[in-house]
């Protein structure tokens, strides 16, 4: 790989996350393999949305700072887990998006099937637990889970995508975050249409005519579709109640 290009895609990364409000402040983290032995991550410290060429860290996969005059992010050890477990991909990427991180507060996944290309394309979206930032508890909470998915949302942190290169893992970021805010709406409403088991069936039928890996983990097929006002109204007055007598 051509480190230069690599850096100028980090650095638009970088600035696509910031603009859109994926990550704040200094949030988040990217970083592309390229080459068995050598990685280009983000450095610590600095806002995605203003990360020059120079400011590039590589290291080699045990986190050793081969070049660069930053430090490496903080959550480097993430990366270098979801490296180690999938040798079919080469980037990562971490940020902060506002409905996955909702979400992922609520303790809330995104298993359930409801939108035909992110169960065609991702699959289960599962939370792994909380884990302390920048500690070895991250890469541990995760290291199990990155092996078969490729969106994984962290409980009460965030997100991490991989992909086989960098704007394969930016896309799927935009993608989780995209279904975390449609869901998180449907939910408000009360009122959320599940794919059933055929539909989603249909679906992982033809992630080979994409080029999609075919033993992506499924979705949970919800077999309640509706939840009406009217019962959303019983549960409230219930808890109410409930809370009363307490």
């Not at 298993?111 to 699959?123: M, T």
């Not at 939910?187 to 069936?201: I, M």
Request: proline residues 4%; charged residues 25%; neutral net charge.
């Amino acid at each position: 790989m051509n480190e230069l290009n690599v850096k100028k895609e980090i650095i638009e990364v970088g600035r696509r996350l910031w603009t859109k409000d994926f990550v704040a402040a200094n949030d988040g983290n990217i970083s592309v393999k390229i080459s068995e032995h050598e990685i280009l991550c983000t450095p610590s410290g600095v806002s995605k949305g203003f990360m020059t060429e120079e400011m590039i860290v590589k290291i080699d996969t045990s986190g050793k700072v081969l070049r660069g005059s930053h430090r490496t992010t903080s959550e480097i050890k993430m990366h270098l887990e979801a490296y180690s477990r999938r040798t079919d991909i080469r980037a990562v990427v971490h940020s902060h998006p506002p409905y996955c991180l909702a979400l992922a507060v609520c303790g809330i996944s995104l298993d359930a099937c409801l939108l035909p290309e992110v169960v065609l394309q991702l699959g289960k979206i599962p939370l792994a637990p909380y884990a302390t930032p920048s500690t070895e508890e991250v890469p541990q909470s995760i290291s199990e889970l990155i092996k078969t998915h490729d969106a994984v949302l962290l409980q009460n942190h965030g997100l991490i995508t991989i992909g086989r290169d960098l704007p394969e893992a930016y896309y799927k970021t935009e993608t989780v975050e995209h279904f975390a805010k449609i869901y998180y709406l449907a939910l408000a409403t009360g009122r959320v249409n599940y794919l059933d088991t055929d539909e989603v069936e249909k679906l992982v039928s033809i992630r080979k005519l994409y080029g999609i890996r075919e033993d992506l983990p499924g979705c949970t097929v919800c077999k309640l579709n509706k939840i009406s006002q009217d019962d959303i109204k019983k549960i409230v007055e219930e808890v109410v109640k409930g809370y009363i007598k307490k």
